[in-house]
């Protein structure tokens, strides 16, 4: 169901993955930041300071929340290929997204950010095979998840909070 919260749709990060929604997630996570930045090209301040729904996050906080989220799942992909079913901590994103960089820095130091780790992110997930794809981890909010659930999770992220801003952007004529 699309609606203002939920723009491509819920996503449940335990269902099992296909390889090719493995392949579809990595190539989703590849094109996030051009994607995001075509998204918040020519907003300005006071469109980029605008929640993409009642009671949402600004344009400007989902673009840093993006980076927060995106920083720890690549850390979370290298825990779980170099450790034994390490333990992933989940975070307070929602008060992430109150710090003042995140409220008021311009959208452009996260959108670099972005280019490099995704970069770096791709390189790695195009290059790794089934088993890898199936080593497990434990993360505390969602339980347990394979590698390939990760790249999942994340390939739907990307897609999530760039509907937001082109869904807030087709509504408001901008």
Known sequence: MNDLRYPVGRHDPSAPVTPEQVRQAIADIRELPRRLAEAVRGLDDAQLDTPYRPQGWTVRQAVHHVVDSHLNAYVRLRLALTEDRPAI????????????DARTLPV??????????????????????????????????????????????????????????????AREGW
């Open 89 to 100: 901590r989940g975070y307070r994103q929602e008060l992430w997204a109150e710090l003042p």
């Open 108 to 169: 452009e130091p996260s959108l670099e950010i972005l280019r490099g780790l995704h970069e770096r992110w791709t390189a790695l997930l195009d290059r790794l095979d089934a088993g890898q794809l199936a080593r497990p981890l434990e993360h505390s909010e969602l339980g347990p998840l394979t590698v390939g659930q990760l790249t999942c999770l994340y390939g739907w992220h990307s897609r999530h909070h760039v509907a937001h801003v082109t869904s807030l952007r």
